[in-house]
């Protein structure tokens, strides 16, 4: 197991609250949530990528935490990822909280769907504020 590059962003609810309060008080329209969350993990995730050296084709499989099948569906949505590029146990096991990250690794491995050698990315978020990742080679 060789990894990458760590990641991790944490700005939190309250200041991206203040900077949609800000923009609305400025007379701009205030941006929703997921638009903001969307832009932050798209970012995010290319530059833990770029930092690991890699890029989104080279990824294997990416192992999201399974917070809900509509932010999984979102996140495949935002990095234009294919289904079977993403694991996803959400269906079977529901919001395991924290356990869903290695519960998903767990899956991906014993499934042979990641193999020795292969590349993944393990991504974490916080009400798709916070987020946490890192690039690995199984």
Do not use: C, W
């Not at 309250?14 to 798209?42: C, K, N, Q, S, Y």
């Not at 916080?126 to 890192?134: I, K, P, W």
């Amino acid at each position: 197991l060789t990894v990458s590059k760590v990641g991790r962003m944490d700005e939190g609810l309250g200041a991206i609250g203040e900077r949609l309060r800000a923009a609305r008080l400025a007379g701009r329209p205030p941006r929703r949530l997921a638009d903001v969350a969307g832009e932050r993990l798209t970012d995010f995730v290319n530059g833990l990528l770029a930092q690991a050296g890699v890029t989104l084709a080279d990824l294997d499989l990416v192992v999201p935490h399974q917070a809900s099948g509509h932010a999984l569906a979102f996140m495949r949505r935002r990095l234009r990822l294919r289904a079977e590029q993403v694991v996803d146990i959400f269906a079977e096991r529901g919001n395991q909280v924290a356990a869903s990250l290695p519960t998903a690794l767990h899956e991906a491995i014993t499934s042979g769907r990641l193999r020795r050698g292969d590349t993944a990315l393990l991504i974490g978020t916080g009400a798709g504020v916070q987020m946490g990742g890192l690039v690995l080679r199984y």
